[in-house]
């Protein structure tokens, strides 16, 4: 069931609430950091610098008639400052994978060299950046929520921001794990439930919206 948002606005629309466990998850505390990296790279700039517009959700709105494409739809990157990037549809492998080879020159990518993005996927620029995607279609909105790098609460305020500004209805998160979906839900309601109640340490609340969200814990 899809979730209406009739005229809904962005202060009425669920709030996220998370967990000490998502939000250090998400703002990647439990990663890593050798000791010869001073300063992480700046995936944000890299994208701004190829994207053909990037503001926050109520400036791109403002200055993009978005969700008008009856052709396809408009592709966007959600960075971890909450802002969002526009890109040339169907272009995230491209994208992604340029940027990867940018960022990470000399680096043996997993993927098939073939592809579009030279063997860099988009899962593989989030796990990287933390930057997650959107798209915008004529009749609805998705997001691709990467759990190899959660989104912290600024992207997620930006998602629920950009779909308010939407006139659409209709509303899918497709979650993934290691560049494979894992479930879609079908609604805005059923990500901030999502969300809110992402733990590691406890699965019941999770798993309750479908039981293919389980193996995010295994």
């Known amino acids: ?44 700039a890299a994208l701004g610098n190829v994207a053909e517009f990037s503001r926050d959700a ?52 997993p993927g098939n060299v073939k592809s579009k993005g030279r063997g860099w996927r988009p899962h593989d620029f989030a796990v990287a950046s933390g930057i997650q995607r959107m798209q915008i279609y004529h009749d609805g909105m998705g997001v691709t929520i990467d759990m190899n790098r959660p989104p912290n609460r600024r992207q997620l305020d930006a998602i629920r921001e950009a779909f308010s500004f939407t006139p659409m209805d209709k509303f899918v998160a497709e979650i993934t794990l290691d560049g494979q979906i894992v479930t879609h839900l079908t609604s805005f309601k059923d990500l901030v439930h999502f969300v809110n109640n992402w733990n590691p340490n406890q699965t019941e609340k999770t798993t309750e919206l479908d039981p293919k969200l389980s193996v995010l814990f295994e």
């Open 58 to 109: 109520m400036g791109l709105f403002t200055e993009k008639n978005l969700g008008k494409n009856m052709a396809g739809f408009d592709s966007l990157y959600i960075g971890p400052s909450g802002k969002l990037f526009l890109i040339r549809s169907h272009s995230h492998d491209e994208t992604a994978g340029n940027i990867m080879k940018k960022m990470n020159p000399g680096a043996i990518p």
């Open 1 to 44: 069931m899809w979730y209406r948002k009739a005229k809904m606005t962005v202060a009425e629309l669920s709030e996220f609430d998370p967990t000490p466990e998502w939000e250090r998850l998400a703002n990647g505390e439990d990663r890593i950091v050798t000791a010869d990296v001073k300063d992480p790279p700046d995936y944000e």
